[in-house]
């Protein structure tokens, strides 16, 4: 891939990671209508004019945020975006896969800042690790595309697909469903293209 490629997907995965954080503002949202994700959208079946459609302009903010809680948060019955939780059947918040993408991210010198709120395994974080990697292979940093094949390989592409066909199913607004449909989409294209390079 070439470096404006990797600079693409690095936006990619910053965009994603940023939905799943936390519920989207009038800024992101705004982003998102002038920003490539349109196209990126394209290939799940969704426009983007639809996905915004459902929601009545003067309560976009509030009512994603709602939904945000709802399935991300809770309180009550949610769906965690932990890794280690996703593995565990739903047991453990803190868990082996939580030390595992610590150690790894330390490995590769990537670090989260000492007061996030996030543990590491929150899928924004582990969004945000893979956007980093293809930062570092935009500027031709050795290892980029090994790291980030390794980490598709032992984490995100292990339980994005369980976690975003909750999403398909639990969300009752179009944009969750889209996003989580982008992203399994997007993560199974580069887990192939990756494993295929490094193999």
């Known amino acids: 891939m070439g470096e404006t490629q990797a ?8 965009l ?9 503002d009038a800024a992101f949202l705004g982003q998102l209508e002038t920003s490539p994700l349109k196209e990126a ?30 399935l991300f948060a809770g309180p009550g019955k ?6 280690s939780v996703c593995l565990s059947g739903g047991g453990e918040l803190i868990g082996s896969a939580t030390h595992r993408v610590r150690q790894f991210m330390e490995s590769a ?9 996030y543990l590491p395994d929150h899928l924004s974080v582990e969004l945000d690790c893979m ?23 032992q984490h995100l592409g292990r339980w994005i697909p369980a976690f975003c066909k909750q999403v398909c199913e639990e969300s009752e607004l179009i944009f969750y469903r889209a996003f989580a449909e982008l992203t399994r989409n997007f993560i199974a294209d580069e887990k192939r ?6 193999t």
Do not use: M, W
Request: glycine residues 2%; contains cysteine.
């Open 78 to 83: 949610h769906i965690s975006p932990h890794e």
């Open 193 to 198: 293209a990756l494993v295929a390079v490094n």
């Open 16 to 24: 994603l990671a940023a939905c799943y954080r936390e519920a989207p």
């Open 41 to 70: 959208l394209a290939p799940a079946g969704v426009d983007l004019k639809e996905v915004l459609s459902e929601l009545p302009a003067e309560r976009r903010v509030e009512t994603l945020a709602v939904e945000h809680t709802r």
């Open 7 to 14: 600079q693409d997907r690095e936006n990619l995965y910053r």
């Open 109 to 117: 010198d990537l670090f989260l800042p000492a007061d996030s709120p």
């Open 131 to 153: 956007a980093e990697l293809c930062a570092r292979e935009h500027l031709n940093r050795e290892n980029a595309r090994t790291l980030q094949g390794e980490f598709l390989e």
